[in-house]
């Protein structure tokens, strides 16, 4: 979403994608709107994700912006 910035995206082990980011105070909301959008999230019919935990957001007292994270587990074929 336009209103979250992305710092870093890493995939680890070729099965868990981790997303950090910052948002202003008033767009916290579109993180857990995004969060939810990439559980919903399908690649050739079936789920891109097996698992998309819920984000954290962590605000400092007086900040004019949030952190944000989460970790998204990769479907994976049988056998893999």
Do not use: H
Not at 12 to 23: I, N
């Amino acid at each position: 979403p336009a209103d979250l910035t992305l710092s870093s995206l890493v995939l680890q082990q070729g099965k868990t994608l981790t997303l950090r980011g910052s948002a202003p105070i008033g767009q916290t909301p579109k993180v857990t709107e995004y969060n939810s959008a990439l559980a919903k999230l399908l690649l050739n019919g079936a789920p891109m994700f097996s698992a998309v935990n819920s984000p954290t957001i962590v605000t400092a007292p007086g900040g004019q912006s949030a952190d944000w994270f989460f970790s998204c587990e990769l479907r994976r074929k049988e056998g893999e």
